[in-house]
């Protein structure tokens, strides 16, 4: 039986190292901690399979938003100065990709990615622990007000031309639904046919076990090297040497540091998220909410209400920011003013992001026997399930039906 190492026990290493055991593999999967753990930027997402996010963050227009954007203290945007020049390498081409035909091309590759996730995860699930974590249903875009949506009149426009169908509700229709919605929100724009995750560090957790109790393997450890070749391998912390026939690196952000073991480099950088988790709230959405002024998710999950998003850009090694929380508890309560909890719990994690938007998966240039997969940026459960079975087709020399060549790690990033 073929062997093969998996990095990175976060969704997307899970979904590799399940769909490669499959397809008859021997995979070992390694982490440094468990799956599902907090450190995991897995554990803290909004929990949405988000068949329509499509739009990167790199928008046209963006460059001439960013100052208003940064000092605006509701703005969902915040960066930690210090880090600035650090920072540039990677911004500079990121702002080029708000360019209109790159945006464009982006947005098409996002779609292709996106458009069956709910399926995906359904396939992957089936007859598995992580099946009681999923739910189907709508998804919307909740408005303060008509006049507010017609703001958002381009990226909708871009989501129905990619097959992304939505119904307009006025007031009177949410209260239908959602009888505690407070009076600042009167307005949305809803999909069908989505779906989302009721505990996301559960759901991988659940993922994992499965994988393992099928024959999979999961080793504890810090991966600190790659050596590539006809036989790579992969040296832990502490010195100890695994190898076999092929080796996926699907470690997220900590991808570029072993990238770098390798004598490469990758462009990859850390858009870091919030959540503000509200255990035992006494009001819950009927299904998810994009807060569409304050660019946050509210998702319904088993023992509370998880408001998540934010963008920072501050890099791996600062800890948390106060505003980020603070502007998601204070933006929550606008949409729900009767709103209580029990006790919250406040997250950071590092969504791995490259200038165009775009995961890197293929094999890497110039290193015989790594296949790359990670910088998913936003959409990194809601794509998890596809990047596997892709990647378990790469594994195998096998053609996809679906064009990679917007997702190649050799591609051009400027």
């Not at 006049?147 to 169908?165: P, T, V, Y």
């Not at 080793?219 to 010195?239: D, F």
């Not at 997250?347 to 240039?365: C, E, F, K, Q, V």
Request: aromatic content about 8%; proline content about 7%; overall charge neutral.
């Amino acid at each position: 039986m073929k062997q093969i190492i998996v990095i990175g026990a976060g969704i997307t290493g899970v979904c590799c190292a399940e769909w490669l055991r499959r397809e008859g593999w021997s995979v070992t999967l390694v982490d440094r901690v468990v799956p599902g753990d907090p450190a995991q930027t897995s554990y803290g997402n909004a929990g949405l399979l988000a068949r329509n996010a499509i739009i990167p963050v790199s928008v046209p227009g963006l460059l001439r938003e960013v100052p208003k954007k940064l000092l605006d203290p509701d703005s969902p945007m915040f960066l930690r100065w210090s880090y600035l020049p650090r920072l540039l390498p990677w911004l500079v081409p990121f702002l080029r990709n708000a360019r209109p035909d790159r945006f464009q091309r982006a947005v098409a590759a996002l779609s292709a990615m996106t458009a069956d996730s709910v399926e995906q995860h359904l396939a992957m699930a089936k007859d598995t622990g992580a099946e009681k974590f999923i739910r189907t249903g709508e998804y919307a875009f909740l408005y303060r007000d008509r006049a507010s949506f017609a703001h958002d009149d381009a990226a909708m426009a871009l989501r129905q031309a990619h097959g992304f169908e939505y119904e307009l509700r006025d007031r009177a229709r949410l209260l239908e639904d959602d009888p505690n919605l407070g009076p600042d929100y009167t307005f949305a724009a809803v999909f069908k046919d989505h779906g989302w995750i009721t505990d996301p560090g559960g759901y991988v957790a659940a993922l994992a076990e499965h994988f393992v109790n099928s024959g999979g393997r999961f080793e504890l450890g810090e991966v600190v090297e790659i050596k590539p070749g006809p036989r790579p391998s992969i040296i832990l912390q502490g010195g100890r040497e695994m190898s076999a026939e092929k080796i996926v690196l699907a470690a997220g952000v900590w991808s570029r540091k072993l990238v770098r073991s390798m004598a490469q480099d990758i462009n990859l950088e850390s858009e870091r998220g919030y959540h503000l988790f509200l255990k035992g709230a006494n009001i819950q959405p009927p299904f998810p909410y994009m807060i569409a002024d304050a660019k946050f998710v509210a998702t319904p999950m088993d023992t509370g209400l998880r408001c998540a998003g934010i963008v920072e850009l501050g890099g791996l090694e600062a800890g948390p920011s106060l505003a980020p929380v603070e502007l998601l508890r204070r933006r929550i309560l606008q949409v729900y003013p009767e709103l209580r909890w029990d006790s919250e719990e406040i997250w950071m994690g590092h969504r791995p992001t490259l200038p165009d938007s775009l995961p890197a998966i293929g094999n890497a240039p110039k290193a015989d026997g790594v296949i790359y997969a990670f910088g998913s940026q936003h959409v990194g459960l809601t794509i998890g399930p596809l990047v596997g079975r892709i990647v378990a087709g790469i594994a195998a020399d096998r053609r996809s039906n679906l064009d990679l060549t917007p997702y190649l790690p050799d591609r051009t990033w400027t």
